[in-house]
Antibody, heavy 117, light 110 residues
Framework: EVQLVESGGGLVQPGGSLRLSCVASGFSFNNYYMTWVRQAPEKGLEWVAN????????YYVDSVKGRFTISRDNAKNSVYLQMNSLRAEDTAVYYC??????????WGQGTLVTVSS | QSALTQPASVSGSPGQSITISCTGT?????????VSWYQQHPGKAPKLMIY???KRPSGVSDRFSGSKSGNTATLTISGLQAEDEADYHCCSYAGTSTYVFGTGTKVTVL
């Protein structure tokens, strides 16, 4: 059974940092790009970032470039999202998802990030 | 990287068919046959329903179908059922390993 389990969310002040983690199981992790998608309260989904199978290439939505960093550790079947200089508009549920064949097939349950003073 | 445009809400009676549009640009929907659709029930993670515009993953009902014309993709739900009441999101490949999602559509079964 495929499982993606996110952790690391919480309440953080504007300008603060947070590191999200996602542990994968049930599939060949190193054969998939991995992606972070977020959903602000009562809003649609937003693609945030993805990372190539070997971690050699990373891509970001413009609004997080220079502030967020995606990384992965294939030995630990894990993908991470380091979020710095957080803003109120980064408040959202962050989902970890697989990315292969131009589709997000498997999703985690999400972790809530709240940026507020 | 502007969000794709979807209607905020669509409704239909049980047994009817509904369509949800997803309008992008020539840089995303219009350039690639890589539109996917996701169903999301309240408080739950999204679920892949359609990929590559019209393909269904194993286990997804054939009542769900997808198509594309120009810069607009469409999801059709036939034989609407109560369990189809959910939010639906489209997503398109936008080049250079980036993607853009739609604004989301709430489907109500009357």
């Amino acid at each position: 059974e495929v499982q993606l389990v996110e952790s690391g969310g919480g309440l953080v002040q504007p300008g603060g940092s947070l590191r999200l983690s996602c542990v994968a199981s049930g599939f060949s992790f190193n054969n998939y790009y991995m992606t972070w998608v977020r959903q602000a309260p009562e809003k649609g989904l937003e693609w945030v970032a993805n990372i190539k199978k070997d971690g050699s290439e990373k891509y970001y939505v413009d609004s997080v470039k220079g502030r967020f960093t995606i990384s992965r550790d294939n030995a630990k079947n894990s993908v991470y999202l380091q979020m710095n200089s957080l803003r109120a508009e980064d408040t959202a549920v962050y989902y970890c998802t697989t990315d292969r064949g131009y589709k997000c097939e498997y999703w985690g349950q999400g972790t809530l990030v709240t940026v507020s003073s | 990287q502007s969000a794709l445009t979807q209607p905020a809400s669509v409704s239909g009676s049980p047994g009817q068919s509904i369509t949800i549009s997803c309008t992008g640009t020539s840089s995303d929907v219009g350039s690639y046959n890589f539109v996917s659709w996701y169903q999301q029930h309240p408080g739950k993670a999204p679920k892949l329903m359609i990929y590559e515009g019209s393909k269904r993953p194993s286990g997804v009902s054939d009542r769900f179908s997808g198509s594309k014309s120009g810069n607009t993709a469409t999801l059709t739900i036939s034989g609407l059922q109560a369990e189809d009441e959910a939010d639906y999101h489209c997503c398109s490949y936008a080049g250079t390993s980036t993607y853009v999602f739609g604004t989301g559509t709430k489907v109500t079964v009357l």
